[in-house]
């Protein structure tokens, strides 16, 4: 194909940018190195494979991320059309059959007639043309180096790690049972293992002794993201960490016994079939041989058989608030966008929605018609307001979209109202405001 866009990288947000610009009339190149090359963590050679877990998190307006769901909804997003193809059960959160999602992805991208999916690895940055580099956190390295030596700085890294998933058949419902995540709600979505005083700190000192994965000599000093902690460093924190994050009871009566757990492990479906669960927040480092052991101490799990066990691997990202202006060119080579989640987001929503941003960003220049970045007031406008700027460059870390970063409604300060009401009035305004800014940028 004669293309006038080169997007390297087909993970969400290099498919969601190529999916915005051919959707413009752009004729587009999909570069994605899988297929002729594996990387330490993916799986298949699937478009927009999820990595970690299968949840986009909470699907509710009225939260952030799920603000940010709608806002790319009525963008004409990819990745969330087809996430609500393969929707599983999981409450408020929007989870998906990990396979057929990605799968619905592939099929959507090579059959675009304006797109030419080609499966190779690119070593350098293009010296000429439009381009959207979207390599995400396992850039290769021959094009680490060259995006290094652009950028004029190293950059910064940190480590994210995967969670287990477990077959259903062997997971023993005479010990576990079906709540939603802490008793919200009313539909019963996640599996829940109980642990008493005594099992529990047996396995939280297990933690502590299982041995762990080596780092090499290049990942010793890179830092873990709070949001993927693994599930013995959060151990190490202290003896009840655990009990007040992924293994919180509150709220989880026990049917056979009518009370809290002193502990609770949840999983939560992790495909269409229900044939496997994911275990919630157990993303760890521990090896493999020490994970089978510890994690069948957890009642309910005793002949746990494992789908896939947990794994790390490290995430690359550039310091953007000082590397690229606010529709995401690189300001040293203005042909080159960035997207995703090396440019310093964290998050499967978050760094599709900064795809279909880069991707609207460049069809609007293309065809001759400027936009302006959405309102601060968005999701969309917030979260690339902090990577393009609203964040100190020197301490620059990834960021999950939150109401933090968008600017203060009038009257939502403070006590006068409660936190519902607050995130309430953060999602009305932004409706409002992306209808505006939709207006404007019509033809794009």
């Known amino acids: 194909m004669d293309y006038q866009v080169h997007v390297i990288g087909g993970g969400l947000a290099g498919s969601e940018a190529a999916w915005q610009l051919a959707e413009a009339g752009i004729r587009v190149r999909l570069s994605e190195m899988r297929g002729i090359e594996a990387t330490p963590a993916h799986q298949t050679d699937s478009l927009a494979e999820l990595v970690c877990s299968n949840s986009f998190r909470s699907d509710d307006p009225n939260n952030a991320v799920g603000l940010l769901h709608a806002e790319m909804r009525a963008l004409g997003s990819l990745i969330l ?53 979207a390599t995400g956190p396992l850039t290769a390295a021959a094009l680490a180096g060259s995006i290094g030596d652009a950028t004029g700085a190293d950059a ?41 005083k005594e099992q529990y700190l047996a396995f939280h000192q297990a933690l502590l002794d299982g041995e762990k994965g080596e780092f090499k000599d290049w990942e010793k000093d890179t830092p873990y993201f709070d949001g993927c902690m693994p599930i013995e460093v959060m151990a190490e924190r202290g003896v009840d960490t655990l009990r007040y994050g992924p293994m919180k009871p ?36 521990l090896k493999h041989g020490e994970q089978t052991r510890i ?122 109202k409660r936190k519902a009401d607050r995130k309430a009035m953060f999602a009305e305004r932004a409706v409002e405001d992306l209808k505006g800014w939709m207006a404007e940028t019509t033809s794009v």
């Open 81 to 133: 059309k087809t996430a609500d193809a393969h929707r599983v059960p999981a409450g408020s959160a929007l989870a998906v059959d990990r396979e057929g999602y990605a799968e619905g992805v592939t099929r959507a991208i090579t059959d675009h007639p304006n797109i030419d999916l080609v499966r190779e690895r690119i070593d350098a940055l293009p010296d000429t043309g439009p381009t959207i580099v």
């Open 156 to 196: 910064l890294a940190f480590f994210d790690a995967i969670a287990p998933i477990v077959h259903h058949h062997s997971i023993d419902m005479d010990v576990a049972w079906m709540a939603s995540r802490w008793d919200k709600g009313e539909t019963k979505d996640y599996i829940n293992c109980p642990m008493d």
């Open 250 to 285: 509150v709220g989880l009566d026990n049917p056979r016994t009518g009370r809290w757990p002193y502990a609770v492990v949840q999983l939560r479906q992790d495909n269409a079939l229900g044939t496997l669960w994911n275990i919630v927040g157990f993303q760890t480092k």
């Open 295 to 416: 994690f069948r101490t957890i009642p309910g799990l005793e002949k746990a058989e494992f789908a896939r066990l947990g794994g790390l691997h490290r995430n690359t990202f550039i310091q953007s608030p000082k590397l690229l202006d606010a529709a995401l060119t690189l300001k040293s080579r203005p042909h080159i966008r960035f997207a995703g989640q090396i440019t310093g987001c964290e998050g499967y929503v978050e760094s599709a929605a900064i795809g279909l941003l880069a991707g609207r960003f460049l069809a609007a220049e293309l065809l001759g018609k400027p936009v302006a970045p959405p309102p601060l007031t968005t999701a969309l406008g917030a979260l690339l307001g902090h990577i393009t700027g609203g964040a100190d460059a020197e301490s620059y870390q990834p960021m999950n979209v939150n109401f933090g970063l968008f600017p203060p409604v009038e009257g939502a300060r403070g006590g006068r």
